[in-house]
């Protein structure tokens, strides 16, 4: 059974203090891990997909990383509007099935 | 990407009652997929909904407690049947994206009293 486990489960930053999120899986056949950002109230928002140990992604503060049991979220200078619930989930073996972590929220203070 | 519409919102219901609650999505898609967050808790699949099939339903889940509807390629439905405080949770579906991984329509905020 693939399982996800997300740490920490809440971190509160300074804005512009740069921190990583933990993502560390176990999976039948990776096909793809997922990041999500989550704001209250509304449904998770797709940020990236890796597909393999070594792969990286980039968006504006935001850069994903994988190996083959972990993947990292590093947030660079966050600004208070990054402040959310961070979902990682990965997909394997034939089926479609996401298996999602229970998510990091963050919070970051001007 | 696609554009999911997920109704209603929000709702407050008796325990005993049932909820339909609504998907939309503004492409053609093969598969839909129905999603349960309960509170301090991780989204669990509840099912793949397929259009002209029967729904398949992921462990701890079934039919005559979660049936789907699937009349065509935009649209499902998930009812939540003879509901208990235990059922209040965020219910969403979601659709795959070839260029944004998984969608996820906003939700519906379930509570049950």
């Known amino acids: 059974e693939d399982q996800v486990t997300q740490s920490p489960e809440a971190l509160r930053l300074q804005e512009g203090e740069s921190s990583s999120l933990n993502c560390s899986y176990t999976v039948s056949g990776l096909r793809g891990l997922f990041w999500y950002r989550q704001d209250p109230g509304k449904g998770p928002e797709f940020l990236f997909t890796?597909?393999?140990a070594g792969e990286e992604k980039e968006k504006e503060r935001l850069k994903a990383t994988l190996t083959k049991k972990e993947s990292f979220l590093h947030i660079t200078a966050p600004k208070p509007e990054d402040s959310a619930t961070y979902l990682c989930a990965v997909q394997g073996g034939s089926n479609y099935k996401l298996t999602f972590g229970k998510g990091t929220l963050l919070t970051v203070n001007p | 990407s696609a554009v999911i519409s997920q109704k209603p919102s929000r709702d407050i219901c008796q325990r005993g009652t049932s909820l339909t609650i609504q998907c939309q999505v503004d492409?053609?898609?093969?598969?839909m997929f129905w999603y349960r967050q309960q509170p301090g808790q991780s989204l669990t699949l509840i099912a793949t909904a397929n259009q002209g099939s029967e729904a398949t339903y992921e462990s701890g889940f079934v039919i005559d407690k979660f049936p789907i509807s699937r009349p065509n390629l935009t649209f499902s439905t998930l009812t939540v049947s003879n509901m208990s405080p235990e059922d209040s949770s965020i219910y969403l579906c979601?659709?795959?994206?070839?260029?944004?991984?998984?969608?996820f329509g906003s939700g519906t905020r379930l509570t049950v009293v």
């Open positions: 979601s659709v795959e994206d070839l260029t944004n991984g998984y969608t």
């Open positions: 890796l597909y393999s």
């Open positions: 492409s053609q898609v093969t598969m």
